[in-house]
């Protein structure tokens, strides 16, 4: 037997596939490169029960590129969710004089744990291929291609970043307030969209967190971005986006 995670991943990928990708050439590449690693794993681990699929975190490490943020030392990873929404950008004019200024952002988090746990040559992918899919029109319907359920909230409260991972009356998994202390630029493999994928960040938890959270890398980005001036942009705006949040406590 498969595992029940690559059975609905599949379906997912199949049954999803055409309506959801608006491009046939975008959906070949990435999807390709996942659909192939996919069925590495599921010829190399054959007939392994579900039970094999085990969903400690600890095994979980940063992608290599991370390297170039400060490393989480004394730090154990907790989650990784696969993050999915707009990065939004404001303009003092719709001239080339000004450029936009970042105000925050608003994205859906997907649970993502597992996954890395299990498959650290794929998880990587999952948000390029995140950032082609719109989000599920129900909050709680999980997202395609691996079907990841909702884990949490990414927004801003003023200038604050949070991660609000409380969902459901028993979902509390608790709210992580952090400032960033670090960034890099995105890898040049990244997907750009249409104006380059935002940074990989290193955000460190800061007052009003609730729970262990220590800090919040973001990596695996893709767009995000926002022109390089004004020209010709209304006073605010959104840039779809996607990325992995690996939460550390
Ligand atoms: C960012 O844009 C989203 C989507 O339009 C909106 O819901 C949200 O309120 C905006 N957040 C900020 C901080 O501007
Ligand atoms: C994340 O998903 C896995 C299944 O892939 C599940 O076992 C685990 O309980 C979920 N964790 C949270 C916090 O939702
Ligand atoms: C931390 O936040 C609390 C509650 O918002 C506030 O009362 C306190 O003054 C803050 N402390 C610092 C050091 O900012």
Known sequence: MYSTLFITSCLAVCSAAAPIFDNVYDFSDDM???LGRASKHIRSTGDL????LSCDPSSISLPSFASGLPAPSGQKPLYVALGRGTQNYTCATSTS????????AVARLYNATCFAANFPDMIELL???????SLPTREYDTLPPANLGLIGHHFFEGKTPVFNLDTTPTRQLGIAKVKKDADLDAPSSAIQGSNGAVG???LSATNGTIGT???VYRV?????SPPKTCD??????????AANYYIYG
């Open 200 to 202: 990989w960040l290193y």
């Open 127 to 133: 948000p390029a291929i995140a950032y082609r899919v």
């Open 97 to 104: 004089e000004s450029e936009p200024v970042a105000i925050g």
């Open 32 to 34: 390709a490169e996942f």
């Open 220 to 224: 695996d980005t893709a767009g995000g």
């Open 213 to 215: 959270f220590k800090s």
């Open 232 to 241: 010709g942009m209304p006073e605010s705006f959104n840039v779809q986006y």
């Open 49 to 52: 029960p579900d039970s094999s």
